[in-house]
């Protein structure tokens, strides 16, 4: 009876997480309530997770703190682990909000008094289409705003005092007067006065133009302070009324100095860029988002010198899908009360495009310090790209590129840096069903029970669905390049629904200088490591070894036709 009973325990917790990872919360809370108060730990550690965290309930620190005590009393340690920093966040909210007292209290005389500003709510005050245009303008800055604030909620706060607006020209203009941000370590970055210009466009579009600060103050949490300065400033956005948004934008700040209060200069950027060109399509969305900065200097007496010349990191978007957006601005216009938030599914998440590219491009880095030695890199590119274009099966690939890397002392031995290096990796044919119920499940079940029980059987399903998608990965091109030793690699792998190890396939694996790098990293007389090097065929006339890789349907690894090791995730045992 007591076995019988334990097994349909350990089903029901299970159960549990299955519901949990379908994202039906009150249905896991259910389940799982019913076993904490019976004295089931894990069930204990997951309701104080969702009490923590808003899952299905209500965020309540209270009853997060008393589930995850019943679960550590027990000496289960996830909960052990979440009732420690629990209570360490505990304990920094309130010394901040002990110090934020303590300040204020000390401030008797502010140089300039910051005025509190009565958020409106989140349904506009009456329907838009009655609005006259500066009430429409009024309003969309606050909710602007208003999503910065709580987009940064975790991390800090936004302070700014009372909006004023005016008509000027056919336009309107919003002052966002002594703007200041709050990390929550300490740190204070004061924006100062910053203003809006409206122009009305079309229908649907409005121009918006900034006049932004010339200077910013900043105020470490060590006590120390500086500025900013900007000598070029140009700030211009293009706001979808509709869906209220932008995906349309561009900031440029050039000719900036880094200034330290009462040590002077400490460094230039020559420019700053962030800007958006992703525009609509046929109800979808496509373009890139750019981050990029010129000519950095910085100097630093005791950490070195950097220099930059240039740095960009390009976000392109594909057939995004934003109807979710738009659905909830409408339903926010029409009084309607929004539907539970929070993130989106992951299958929802990859299928809300059709393609997605992030791209990283460095030149002409120069690090110079005394602790760690100098270092080089002429260029860079590193990239990835991810496709869906039927929804179903996920397509990835990898970049990775450099040339002209240096480095001396610590920083990189010479001998050993990857002075040039070029690799290509995709992944083809993803099905997204099986990444998101799969992928999502061990996940939870990571998360809630500390380890995966039901490895056996998500291996199994993997390999049918990714066997039946003809599932394939290609290491395209692989090629590292240094003063003593060189590097390629080619493998393709197939998912296989029959293999042991849930794949076959192979590539050849090409080395010069093996000696040395074994040499240098001590590894020469390690004994596996030994018998590899002795089944490499000599090539380049002897300067060289070739290794033939391949993955047989059995599991195992052979190299140059001779087994090594099975690479089965989870062997038969012997009967």
Request: charge should be neutral.
């Amino acid at each position: 009876i007591f076995a019988a009973s334990t097994a349909a325990t350990a089903g029901d917790f299970q159960y549990g997480q299955r519901l949990y990872s379908l994202g039906d919360y009150a249905g896991a809370l259910d389940v799982w309530l019913e076993l904490a108060q019976q004295g089931d730990a894990r069930a204990q550690y997951s309701l104080a997770v969702m009490f923590h965290k808003g899952r299905g309930v209500e965020a309540d620190k209270e009853k997060a703190l008393e589930w995850a005590g019943r679960a550590a009393e027990q000496g289960y340690k996830p909960g052990q682990d979440l009732l420690r920093q629990l209570k360490a966040k505990d304990k920094v909210a309130k010394d901040k909000a002990a110090n934020d007292k303590a300040a204020n209290d000390k401030a008797a005389k502010p140089k300039k008094k910051k005025v509190a500003v009565k958020r409106k709510p989140r349904k506009p005050p009456k329907p838009i289409a009655q609005m006259t245009e500066m009430e429409r303008v009024e309003w969309s800055v606050e909710e602007m705003l208003l999503a910065i604030s709580e987009a940064i909620a975790e991390d800090g706060a936004l302070h700014y005092g009372v909006l004023r607006a005016r008509e000027q020209d056919g336009a309107v203009q919003i002052l966002v007067p002594d703007i200041v941000y709050q990390s929550n370590t300490g740190n204070t970055l004061d924006l100062g006065d910053i203003t809006a210009r409206f122009e009305r466009l079309d229908d649907r579009y409005d121009l918006v133009t900034f006049e932004l600060p010339n200077e910013v103050r900043y105020k470490n949490d060590d006590g120390s302070s500086g500025r900013i300065t900007m000598a070029e400033r140009l700030g211009r956005l293009r706001w979808d009324r509709r869906l209220e948004t932008t995906t349309e934008f561009e900031f440029r700040l050039g000719q900036l100095a880094l200034l330290f209060d009462g040590s002077g200069e400490m460094g230039r950027i020559g420019e700053v860029l962030v800007k958006s060109d992703v525009v609509e399509k046929q109800g979808l969305w496509t373009g890139p988002m750019r981050l990029s900065l010129s000519d950095l200097d910085i100097t630093n007496e005791e950490q070195g010198n950097v220099r930059l010349d240039s740095v960009a990191l390009v976000l392109d978007m594909r057939g995004l899908n934003l109807s979710s957006r738009a659905a909830k601005v409408a339903a926010k216009e029409n009084g309607e009360k929004a539907k539970a938030g929070g993130m989106p599914a992951l299958d929802k998440i990859l299928t809300m495009a059709s393609g997605v590219g992030l791209r990283v491009r460095i030149a002409g880095l120069s690090v110079q310090s005394p602790d760690q030695g100098d270092f080089q890199l002429a260029e860079a590119d590193y990239g990835f790209q991810l496709s869906s274009p039927d929804q179903k099966l996920l397509n990835f690939e990898l970049t990775v590129r450099h040339n002209g890397l240096r480095g001396t002392d610590s920083a990189a031995p010479e001998d050993m840096v990857p002075q040039d290096m070029e690799i290509i990796l995709s992944l083809e044919n993803m099905p997204i069903d099986t990444i998101v119920n799969e992928g999502v499940t061990t996940s939870v079940e990571v998360a809630l029970a500390g380890k995966v029980s039901s490895g056996p059987e998500v291996f199994k399903r993997l390999q049918r669905d990714l066997s039946a998608a003809a599932t394939v990965l290609r290491l395209k091109q692989a090629k590292v390049t240094a003063r003593d030793y060189d590097i390629t690699l080619g493998l393709t792998l197939l998912a296989d629904a029959v293999a042991k190890a849930g794949f076959v396939g192979g590539g050849d694996l090409r080395l010069r200088g093996l000696g040395k790098v074994l040499t240098t990293l001590g590894l020469q007389d390690v004994g596996p490591i030994a018998d590899l090097v002795k089944k490499g065929r000599p090539i380049d006339g002897g300067k060289g070894l070739l290794f033939a890789l391949a993955v047989r349907p059995d599991g195992q690894l052979t190299v140059n036709g001779d087994a090594v090791f099975s690479l089965t995730p989870f062997p038969e045992k012997a009967k």
